[in-house]
């Protein structure tokens, strides 16, 4: 992950901001509009230095947040049965445990498949069979 150290430490403490952020904020917009840092600010490290995992960052990022643009529009937060705010939580949590690993420095592709995953099931519950699955209880977050 990132040979430069600068630049794996300026994502860490932009992806930390932005898990702050969207801790704070009450309207789900809001949140998203933090959460859009984290594919950003990745795609302009791409820019910088090419890495694989960099890349992976970024396209789980940009999916959920994808997702989330069309979770939020009012036609879709009145017929959608999961509690937003707790989907938010989720996503807040993944975004503070991808700055987590990128602090550690120590290239577990495990954990990073791990977070990357959660992000996935996240985004996933964005839509409408992942929404239908999550209400049968086949999707927990």
């Keep these: 992950m990132l040979k430069r ?4 430490q300026r994502l860490v403490e932009e992806y930390r901001y932005t898990a702050t952020k969207m801790q ?10 933090y959460f859009s ?12 230095e090419w890495d694989r995992d960099l890349a992976l960052i970024y396209m789980a990022t940009n999916h959920a947040y994808s997702q989330f643009t069309l979770m939020i529009q009012p036609q879709m937060l009145s017929v959608n049965p999961i ?3 707790m ?9 503070f445990d991808l700055a987590t690993y990128l602090e550690k420095a120590d290239d577990n592709t495990e954990e990073l498949h791990r977070i990357l995953g959660d992000f ?5 519950v964005a839509n409408g069979n992942g929404s239908y699955l999550y209400e049968k ?4 977050l």
């Excluded at 989907?87 to 975004?95: D, I, M, S």
């Design 83 to 85: 509690d937003v705010s």
């Design 5 to 8: 150290e600068e630049f794996r």
């Design 24 to 33: 704070e904020s009450p309207q789900p917009a809001q949140k998203l509009y």
């Design 37 to 48: 840092v984290l594919w950003g600010e990745a795609q302009r490290m791409l820019n910088l």
């Design 87 to 95: 989907v938010f939580a989720a996503l807040t949590q993944a975004t």
């Design 137 to 140: 209880g086949l999707i927990k």
């Design 120 to 124: 996935a099931v996240i985004s996933y």
